[in-house]
């Protein structure tokens, strides 16, 4: 199918790609091309490309084995990889081949595209980083796995049902999956609860009272130019008894069951990670599920190739995805202390040779900790290699001169307030004790996490945090989902950049010239008429393409400042129609994204977005100057197509609490302005593209920190007219006349503390979009801010960020 020359041991004659495609329909799927319904052409299809993807897969495991190498493991409750079609076929070089293929057959790619599920098996963006990893280490040609849950159910569907989000399940297996390979014979005992024998030489005899079996169901991750094929490999949950045939034939028909359905509960559903911490014990137990099966598969596979389990931190690098993973430093300790027979401290050098851990978040409600009666009664073995992990780091506290409370902040344990709060068992503190790197995902928050939550544990271990700055991958974010932008880009500078995100450089100069800046504007305009044909077809709503486009997609959230930016909409509605004799820009406000189903404030900031934009999109006054659209059920292919389409990038984050963010890498890659803050990956991209090329506004990490101290919104909102006027609106009911006291509790929050400082940056705001407005009317300045954008953030290309990771963290480049 693709020029076999390339291909592995592959014949030499193979029949034509259509021919081949046929017949998997026929043999595989059981149809023939008159019945084939566009599902079964979309199953032909990719099972028909997924026979090259397993020639280099093999290659690749061969060779990886052959060579003794040492593998990455990257552990992740959160793999959001959205489509793989596309992917796999632009990655392999053959996107050509099988649409001219399916053009023959009568079937169109562009719509096979559109029905494959977007596998969407994490919340936010540490998921979708992950799945960026995955795909960097492949087109690296590094060696690595990624392990995860197979959720049944992943990220639920939003519908918007009279402007509130409504939470459905989202089915993507319900076609099956033609991607995944399930391993049945790679599967692991994984226990619960029961007792534990201490055993005289230190070991001890766990005897789980519950048991389940995890099952590896694996997906290939295609690199680029299909260089390299790794593995996903995603568990999934057996009852060891199917059945209990006792219950069974006694009539008990649920009972008999029981066993499956408990089992088939862990890899159910997907957790809200970013509502509050999920304190439910299903969580626990999905994080040790997926944690221990992943670390008995990494010990296996090392034993069996190497030997010797006390070159394992030679030959793995396993780097844990937040803390989600922790338990797996207290699961790798439990495997060789108690079935390796090493002596503790050899076992606690191991393993913290192996592990690395990544933090994404310093707000201190997302920092999990597990209730140690919890801990103790579902892993009572971890529980005391715990306290042995913790006698030996406080040790080590105390011979190097740490204060009591510096002690009380480094401990494993929290020992719970004077008001008889439980102990609890911290998660980050385990899994920086059991790494030998800690890093933070932008380089404020690097700093930010030496100098707030991890400070003690900073100061007793310096060297151990680093920084590595996210970053995307340019396939999927710049060539999969703008072609058009890739073929300018392509026809100035060459093909260079398609393998080299940083060479997109070359394209400096171009923004100079009148004649490139039009064509990439004609690209740009191109992207939204596309976007605004599929919102009129999916919503119904009407835009203009000559309008500015300003975007804010990514997770509702009161940190995000969704509010900041539908405040600003208010406040410029109002001014609109106040003075519809001025020359306004004409604005498009597109939002998206999905609350927390437990978060009341996000789920009302949703429904204040849809309301505002029933009053502005149906006011006559103000025709097409404004228009708000709020896109539902926000996902990976959702933003493939809203990004290429944006003029304006909002990442407006409080400063200091957006770790990252990667949605304003992939609108600056894709040519949009940034209007933000300088909070997060902002920064990094503020340096990179130029202060005249980006708008930032507002109060700094620090600011907002002395800010803090006496902050009085009430007297801030009342000193900005603007402000006040659309804080009344909203409260006393303009955009909700049918339940006028909707948002009142809302806006109260805003009087009352405004935690998110969204009062005090108001102003700022206010005027850097004015400042937008200004500078829109300047077609050829605008076009060339947008390309020198494109051109200078190619250093956060994903690969740059993997490179970084292999030669200071995993010591595999
Ligand atoms: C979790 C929680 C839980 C409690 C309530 C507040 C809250 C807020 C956020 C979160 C998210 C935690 C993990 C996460 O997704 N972090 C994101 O990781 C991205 C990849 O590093 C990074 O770009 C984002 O800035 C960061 O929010």
């Not at 055993?199 to 009272?209: N, Q, S, T, Y």
């Not at 099952?215 to 060891?240: E, H, I, Q």
């Not at 604005?587 to 437990?598: L, N």
Request: hydrophobic share 45%; aromatic share 8%.
């Amino acid at each position: 199918m693709t020029d076999t020359a390339t291909l592995p041991d592959s014949p030499t004659i193979t029949p034509p790609l259509a021919a081949q495609i046929v017949d998997t329909l026929v043999h595989r799927i059981g149809k023939d091309a008159d019945a084939a319904l566009p599902h079964d052409w979309l199953a032909a299809t990719i099972l028909t490309v997924r026979n090259d993807i397993i020639e280099r897969w093999m290659e690749s495991t061969k060779a990886a084995h052959a060579a003794g190498a040492k593998r990455v493991y990257y552990l992740s409750l959160e793999f959001l990889i959205g489509r793989l079609l596309r992917d796999a076929l632009s990655n392999l070089g053959v996107m050509e081949e099988v649409r001219t293929a399916l053009d023959g057959l009568g079937v169109d790619i562009g719509e096979l595209e559109e029905i494959e599920p977007d596998a969407a098996l994490g919340n936010g963006g540490l998921g979708r980083l992950a799945a960026c990893f995955m795909e960097s280490l492949a087109s690296l040609d590094l060696p690595a796995y990624g392990y995860g849950i197979r959720y049944v159910n992943g990220m639920f569907r939003q519908r918007i049902d009279k402007g509130w989000q409504v939470e459905l399940p989202e089915t993507w297996l319900r076609y099956g999956n033609p991607w995944e390979f399930e391993r049945r014979e790679s599967a692991y005992f994984i226990g619960f609860g029961g007792d534990v024998d201490t055993l005289a030489d230190g070991r001890a005899h766990w005897d789980p009272a519950e048991a389940v079996e995890a099952v590896a169901v694996d997906t290939p991750v295609v690199g680029w130019r299909g260089k390299r094929v790794n593995t996903l490999r995603l568990w999934t949950a057996r009852a060891f008894d199917p059945i209990r045939l006792d219950a069974f034939n006694a009539g008990d028909h649920e009972l008999a069951l029981a066993g499956q359905v408990r089992a088939e509960t862990l890899v159910r559903v997907l957790y809200p990670a970013d509502s509050t911490p999920a304190g439910q014990e299903l969580r626990l137990r999905q994080e040790y599920f997926f944690s221990s099966a992943s670390i008995q598969d990494i010990v296996r596979r090392h034993v069996q190739y190497f030997g010797d389990i006390r070159t394992l931190p030679d030959k793995a690098a396993i780097q844990l995805n937040d803390t989600h993973p922790a338990v797996s430093v207290a699961e790798l300790m439990r495997l060789l202390v108690d079935h390796h027979d090493l002596p503790f401290d050899e076992a606690w050098e191991i393993t913290r040779a192996t592990f690395g851990y990544t933090n994404h978040t310093l707000l201190p409600e997302a920092l999990e900790s597990w209730p140690l009666s919890l801990f103790e009664r579902l892993l009572p073995r971890h529980m005391q290699l715990v306290y042995a992990i913790n006698a030996r780091l406080l040790k080590e506290a105390r011979a190097a001169d740490t204060s009591e409370e510096a002690i009380r902040a480094i401990s494993l344990i929290d020992e719970g307030g004077a008001w008889g709060s439980e102990r609890r068992v911290r998660m980050a503190n385990l899994a920086f004790a059991g790494a030998h790197s800690v890093n933070g995902v932008a380089a404020l928050h690097t700093d930010l996490m030496k100098s707030t939550v991890f400070a003690d544990l900073h100061r007793l271990y310096p060297d151990r945090i680093n920084n590595k700055t996210n970053g995307i991958t340019p396939r999927r974010w710049l060539q999969q989902c703008n072609p058009g932008l890739t073929a300018l880009v392509t026809e100035a500078i060459g093909p260079a950049f398609l393998d080299d995100a940083e060479r997109l450089a070359d394209l400096v100069p171009f923004a100079d010239d009148a004649s490139f800046r039009e064509r990439f504007a004609a690209v740009k305009r191109s992207n939204k008429r596309m976007l605004a044909t599929y919102l009129q077809e999916s919503m119904r709503l009407k835009l203009d393409p000559d309008a500015l486009f300003d975007v804010q997609i990514k997770r509702i959230h009161e940190y995000k400042r969704q509010l900041l930016n539908i405040l600003e909409t208010v406040a410029l509605y109002d001014q609109i129609r106040s003075h519809p004799e001025r020359d306004w820009v004409p604005r498009v406000k597109i939002f998206a994204g999905k609350a927390a189903s437990s978060y009341h404030n996000a789920k009302l900031i949703i429904k204040l977005a849809n309301d505002v934009a029933r009053r502005v999109n149906g006011d006559p006054a103000i025709g097409d100057l404004l228009k708000v659209a709020f896109v539902p059920n926000y996902n990976v292919s959702l933003a493939e197509k809203i990004i290429p389409a944006a003029n304006l990038s909002e990442q407006i984050s409080t400063a200091g609490m957006e770790a990252s963010g990667t949605g304003n890498m992939k609108f600056a890659l894709n040519g949009a302005l940034t209007i933000g803050t300088l909070d997060g990956a902002n920064i990094e991209i503020k340096d990179r593209v130029g202060d005249e090329n980006i708008v930032i506004f507002g109060m700094t990490a620090e600011e907002v920190a002395q800010r803090r101290e006496g902050y009085d919104p009430r007297a801030v909102i009342d000193n900005s007219p603007e402000l006040r006027q659309a804080v009344e609106a909203i409260a006393s009911g303009v955009f909700s006349p049918d339940d006028p006291d909707r948002y009142k509790g809302l806006i109260a929050g805003l009087y009352d503390h405004d935690w998110f400082m969204v009062a005090a940056d108001f102003d700022a705001y206010d005027a850097a979009q004015r400042g937008v407005d200004a500078r829109w009317r300047n077609e050829g300045d605008w076009n060339a801010a947008a390309i020198r954008n494109v051109a200078r953030v190619g250093w956060f290309s994903s690969d740059r960020t993997i490179s970084e990771y292999a030669r200071q963290i995993w010591g595999v480049m």
